[in-house]
C-alpha cells in the first residue's frame, strides 16, 4: 500500500484531478469523497457470521471479569480493518504488562475462555479475534529501547512501525516492515510481513530474538538458534502458539537514496529485475504500480527505485508526516467511480506527481546531478495512509495478495486480468513486490516470488460480498494453478480444499498448534473456520 504514499508526495497531483472533475462531478460530491472519517465504520453482521462457530455466548455473558486488569470492552463486538467482520467478544483487556497477559491467560484457562492478540487488526478476516472471546489489545504495551552498539531494538509488541521510525530518526531505520507504518511489530511478526526493502527480504530475517507466553502462562525464548522450531511456527503463526512480549529486531542505517522511477511493459519487468535491479546492490528499496486505467489495464506499468547514494555531505529535513490527506482520498474515492476517472488516476501518476514529489535531502556542497530527487530510507516508509480510510457509506476496501514463482509473473498477469475483467472488479491499485524464499513454517513463497497486491473496492451489502467472494475463489484458483501462495490475513472467501492445495503444510501447522496449545486457548476467527 506504500505506493498511494509514493503517488501522492504533495497532493497536487489530486488538486488537478479536482480542478478538471469539479465542474462536471459537482463540489458537494466531492467534498463527501474527500471527508475524513467519523468514526469506525459499521458494515453491519459479519460476511461469515455462520462460520463463526457455536459458542454458547450466553455461559459467557454470566463469567464475572478479572480483577486487576483493565478491561477497554466487556462485550459488544469488535471489527477489523475490513469492517466486514463484525464479531460479539467476551470483552478486550488493554495490556501495558507481561502481568497483564499472564493473569489474563490464567483467567481464560479457568473459565473456558479463548484468548486472541490483537495488534492494530489491520488483517482483514477476523484473525485478531474470535467470536466469545478475549481480546488481548497490545497497543498499549509498546516500549522501544534502542541499542546503536548492536545495531538492533528490542521493542514490545504493540509498539507500530511509525512510533518506531520517529524514534530511530534521523541516525537508523527499520530493516523489514510493510510498505507502511501503522502496523503493530506483534501483529507483523504474525504474518512475516514484507515490503518494499527486496534485499533484506521478510520481517522474519530482522529478528534476532523474541520472548514468548505460552498457553500455559511460561516464558520462552524463541530464535533463529533457540527454540527454532517454535521461532519457525510463531513467524507468520497468526497469533496460534502463544503471545510475543517481546522481540528484538535489527536495525539499518538511515541512508540517502536517489529515486528513481521507469515506464515499462509488464512483459518486461522479469528480465528488468533479474539482469538489472537485483544485480545492483545499490538499488535498495523498489516496487512496481500495474496500470488500473482501463486503457491499458494491467499492461503498463511504473517501477519505482531508491538508489543508494554515497557521501557524507547531506542535510535532511525532520522525518515528517505525509500531508494532503482529503485530495489523496479524493484522488483513490474518485477512481471508484468510472473508468473516466480511472484513466485520469493512472495519467496523473505516469505524468504529473513524480513531478511534485518531495525531495527532503539536499548535498551540503555542490556534487551529482541539480536534478536529483534525493531522500532518507525514512521518508518512503514514514507513512501511515490516513487518505484509505473514509466516511462513505456502504463501501470498503480490501486487499488480496498472491505469490506467483517469477517465471510465472506473465501468464499469471494475464489470467489475473481475465478474472478481473470478468466480474467487473473495481481495482483501485496493483503494486509489484519482490518476495525471497521464506522458510518460516507456514511460508507464503517457499520460493522466489512476485508478489502482485491488489487493493479491491467493494460494497458492503450482500451482493458486494458475493462479488468479491467470487472474484477472490477464482484468483486463488489461478494463483494455485501457478504453483503460487495466497497470503492468509485478508478475507477467509478461501475453501478448506484451496487453503490445503496453496499451503500443502497446513494439516501440518495445526497439528503442531495443538501440540504447543492442547486446549486451543489460541485462536482466532481464522483457526475457528478452517481447523475445526
Ligand atoms: C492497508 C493495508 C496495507 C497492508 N500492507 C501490507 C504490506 O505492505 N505488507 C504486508 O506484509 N502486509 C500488509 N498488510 C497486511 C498486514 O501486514 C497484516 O495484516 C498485519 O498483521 C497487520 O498488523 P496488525 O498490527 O494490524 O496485526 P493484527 O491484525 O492486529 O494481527 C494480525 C495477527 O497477528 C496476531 N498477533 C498480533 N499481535 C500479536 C502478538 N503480540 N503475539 C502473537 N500474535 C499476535 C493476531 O492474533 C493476528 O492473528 C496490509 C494490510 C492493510 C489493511
Redesign the pocket.
Known amino acids: 500500500?506504500?505506493t498511494y504514499s509514493q503517488k501522492f508526495k504533495t497532493g497536487a497531483s489530486a488538486l488537478a484531478l479536482l480542478v478538471v472533475v469539479g465542474g462536471t462531478y459537482g463540489f458537494r460530491r466531492l467534498q463527501v469523497l474527500a471527508a475524513d472519517p467519523t468514526g469506525e465504520k459499521d458494515c453491519g453482521p459479519a460476511v461469515g457470521a455462520a462460520e463463526q462457530g457455536n459458542v454458547n455466548l450466553e455461559r459467557i455473558k454470566a463469567i464475572a471479569p478479572l480483577q486487576g486488569v483493565k478491561w477497554s470492552q466487556l462485550g459488544g463486538s469488535i471489527n477489523?480493518?475490513s469492517c466486514l467482520n463484525k464479531t460479539e467478544i467476551y470483552g478486550v483487556v488493554e495490556v501495558h504488562s507481561i502481568d497483564d497477559v499472564a493473569k489474563t491467560l490464567a483467567f481464560a484457562r479457568d473459565n473456558k475462555l479463548s484468548i486472541?492478540?490483537?495488534?492494530?487488526?489491520?488483517?482483514?478476516g477476523g484473525?485478531?479475534f474470535r467470536k466469545g472471546g478475549i481480546v488481548l489489545d497490545?497497543r498499549g504495551f509498546n516500549r522501544v529501547v534502542l541499542h546503536e552498539d548492536t545495531r538492533s531494538i528490542t521493542v514490545q509488541?504493540g509498539a507500530t512501525w511509525h512510533q518506531i521510525q520517529n524514534m530511530l530518526d534521523p541516525r537508523f531505520a527499520v530493516r523489514a516492515m510493510?510498505?507502511?507504518d501503522i502496523?503493530?511489530v506483534?501483529?507483523?511478526i504474525?504474518?512475516n510481513?514484507?515490503?518494499m526493502d527486496h534485499q533484506a527480504g521478510a520481517l522474519a530475517r530482522s529478528i534476532k530474538s523474541m520472548r514468548l507466553m505460552l498457553a500455559d502462562g511460561s516464558l520462552r525464548t524463541v530464535s533463529p538458534t533457540e527454540n527454532k522450531e517454535l521461532f519457525d511456527l510463531v513467524v507468520g503463526g497468526?497469533?496460534l502458539f502463544?503471545?510475543?512480549v517481546e522481540a528484538e529486531l535489527s536495525i539499518v542505517d538511515n541512508a540517502v537514496y536517489q529515486t528513481g522511477r521507469r515506464m515499462l511493459d509488464y512483459k518486461a519487468f522479469p528480465a528488468l529485475f533479474a539482469d538489472d535491479i537485483e544485480k545492483d546492490a545499490n538499488v535498495a528499496l523498489m516496487y512496481g504500480h500495474l496500470s488500473t486505467a482501463p486503457s491499458s489495464f494491467l499492461k503498463e506499468m511504473l517501477l519505482y527505485t531508491y538508489t543508494k547514494v554515497d557521501g557524507t555531505d547531506f542535510k535532511r529535513e525532520p522525518l515528517g508526516e505525509v500531508g494532503g490527506t482529503k485530495l489523496r482520498r479524493l484522488t483513490i474515492n474518485l477512481s471508484k467511480q468510472g473508468p473516466l476517472f480511472q484513466e485520469l488516476k493512472w495519467l496523473s501518476e505516469k505524468h504529473i506527481e513524480h513531478r511534485m514529489e518531495a525531495c527532503t535531502v539536499t548535498r551540503t556542497q555542490a556534487m551529482g546531478s541539480a536534478e536529483a530527487c534525493l531522500v532518507s530510507r525514512n521518508d518512503p516508509m514514514h507513512d501511515s495512509?490516513a487518505y484509505?480510510r473514509n466516511s462513505l457509506p456502504n463501501d470498503t476496501d480490501i486487499?488480496h495478495e498472491y505469490f506467483i514463482p517469477r517465471s510465472e509473473f506473465v501468464s499469471f498477469v494475464d489470467g489475473m486480468r481475465k478474472v478481473l475483467t470478468d466480474n467487473q472488479t473495481n481495482l483501485l491499485n496493483a503494486s509489484v513486490r519482490i518476495v525471497h524464499q521464506e522458510d518460516n513454517f507456514l511460508t507464503y513463497s517457499p520460493q522466489p516470488a512476485f508478489s502482485l497486491?491488489l487493493y479491491i473496492n467493494q460494497t458492503t451489502d450482500e451482493e458486494g460480498n458475493r462479488r468479491m467472494k467470487k472474484a477472490t475463489e477464482e484468483l486463488i484458483d489461478l494463483t494455485i494453478a501457478h504453483k503460487g501462495r495466497f497470503f492468509l490475513?485478508y478475507q477467509l472467501y478461501y475453501t478448506r480444499d484451496q487453503l490445503q492445495r496453496s499451503y500443502p503444510q497446513i494439516n501440518d501447522f495445526f497439528a503442531a498448534k495443538r501440540r504447543y496449545d492442547p486446549a486451543e486457548l489460541f485462536t482466532?476467527t481464522f483457526y475457528q473456520k478452517y481447523a475445526s
Open positions: 500500500m506504500q477489523d480493518a486472541t492478540t490483537a495488534g492494530v487488526r489491520h488483517s482483514m484473525q485478531a497490545m509488541p510493510q510498505s507502511t502496523f503493530s506483534g501483529g507483523s504474525s504474518v510481513a514484507h515490503g497468526y497469533g502463544g503471545v510475543i495512509v484509505l486487499l497486491v490475513p482466532n
